[in-house]
């Protein structure tokens, strides 16, 4: 009887051990057994998001206090990738030079392969092949709403860059103050201008300039300004003067002194009294070249480029 007893409660208990063995059987973690197998885990693949297009910031100036704002521009429509775009064949760049309340604006393009680039580019006769952006709507670079259409032109131009080369492309001046009847005065304030990239057959990235358009000089500015015999606000201001007198050694090589047009004459009349005097350096002129005065950096200078 009690063996009897004892048997029953070992079944018992062999039933209940089998049915938590089969209830909470669940998945081994990695490890390896007495025959050296190992349980490999493979990661869920993740889903891959698209990479996010990049952002081109509208050209719109860059408000000065007290300044008005001149109007924002919409963004262009244009193929041109930014610098950081390694795909990209050419670099578009701008280069500002100073006149005075003049801005040449000179597009430069660069070729970042080590081999030569050939492309062609539509023509835009009477302005240059290069467009820009940054300075409203409409804004007319090259200042040739006057003129007329461009006859017997070929609608591409061929543009070659050897590699690792710059070549300039265009130059548009750009009148702070406006040329009529083209464009209008620029509110003062900090305007993001970049080239536009033409539609071609290569990648081209372009890079933007700050362009910066300071106020105007008040009246009592100017009169003081005006006290220095170079200073100058635009090539209109400036001169070339060259007087001679007996027993000066004058400018055997042609005139290079530029002046403002208002301190022409007092220059002039006290030259004998300040011009240089024998011994003369001695120079060898093959050729006398033409020289025009301009202002650059609100300086009067003679120089062989042309008064913008």
């Known amino acids: 009887m009690y063996d009897e007893g004892i048997m029953r409660a070992v079944s018992a208990s062999f039933i209940v051990a089998w049915s938590c063995v089969a209830a909470c059987q669940h998945e081994p973690s990695p490890r390896t057994g007495h025959h050296g197998a190992t349980h490999t885990l493979r990661a869920r693949p993740e889903t891959s998001t698209p990479p996010a297009a990049p952002l081109t910031v509208s050209p719109t100036p860059l408000e000065v206090p007290g300044s008005v704002p001149a109007p924002s521009e919409p963004e262009h429509r244009t193929e041109g990738h930014r610098e950081n775009d390694r795909a990209c064949t050419i670099v578009l760049s701008i280069d500002i030079q100073e006149f005075g309340r003049t801005r040449k604006l000179r597009v430069q393009a660069r070729n970042r392969t080590g081999t030569t680039v050939s492309f062609d580019v539509p023509e835009r006769c009477p302005n240059g092949p290069i467009d820009f952006e940054g300075l409203g709507p409409g804004y007319d670079y090259y200042g040739t709403c006057a003129s007329g259409a461009c006859v017997g032109w070929a609608p591409t131009r061929r543009i070659t860059i050897a590699p690792h080369d710059v070549r300039t492309l265009a130059e548009a001046m750009v009148m702070l103050d406006g040329r009529e009847p083209c464009t209008k005065p620029l509110a003062p304030g900090r305007y993001v201008v970049r080239p536009i990239a033409p539609p071609t057959t290569v990648s081209i990235c372009t890079e933007e300039v700050v362009l910066v358009v300071p106020e105007p000089l008040s009246e009592a500015e100017i009169r003081e300004a005006s006290k220095d015999p170079y200073w100058c606000q635009s090539s209109a201001d400036c001169v070339l003067s060259c007087p001679s007198a007996p027993g000066c050694c004058g400018d ?41 005065a301009v202002c650059l950096n609100n300086r009067c200078v003679g120089t062989r480029t042309l008064a913008p």
Request: net charge positive; charged share 20%.
């Open 252 to 292: 055997p090589c042609g005139c290079r002194h530029a002046i403002n047009v208002r301190h022409r004459d007092a220059y002039e009349a006290n030259y004998p009294k300040t011009c240089d005097r024998p011994p003369c350096p001695a120079v060898a002129c093959a050729y006398q070249p033409a020289i025009s």
